[in-house]
């Protein structure tokens, strides 16, 4: 049995995008008005750090390239 300040924590079974399972803590606060909604989980990390430092930063592929290469991103 949990107790106190773990007794409200909701855990989900949420699945990526690619469809592998993983578990999540859920939104802590009950909000009526708009309550959280848990459709996918997120997504792993650094999966998207190329096209942010692209946009972001205006990296070139080449650019992109040799900053995995010396190990810098994945």
């Known amino acids: 049995m949990t107790t106190g300040a773990l ?3 909701k855990v989900l079974d949420l699945s990526r995008a690619d ?3 993983m578990r999540v803590v859920g939104f802590p606060a009950k909000l009526s008005a708009t ?3 848990y459709r996918i989980a997120p997504p ?9 430092l692209a946009e ?3 990296l070139s592929s080449d650019e992109l390239d040799a900053l995995a290469a010396a190990g810098v991103i994945a």
Do not use: H, Q, S, Y
């Open 56 to 58: 972001a930063l205006g």
């Open 7 to 9: 007794a409200g924590i």
């Open 19 to 21: 469809g592998t399972a």
């Open 35 to 37: 309550p959280a909604e």
């Open 44 to 52: 792993r990390a650094g999966v998207d750090t190329r096209a942010v």
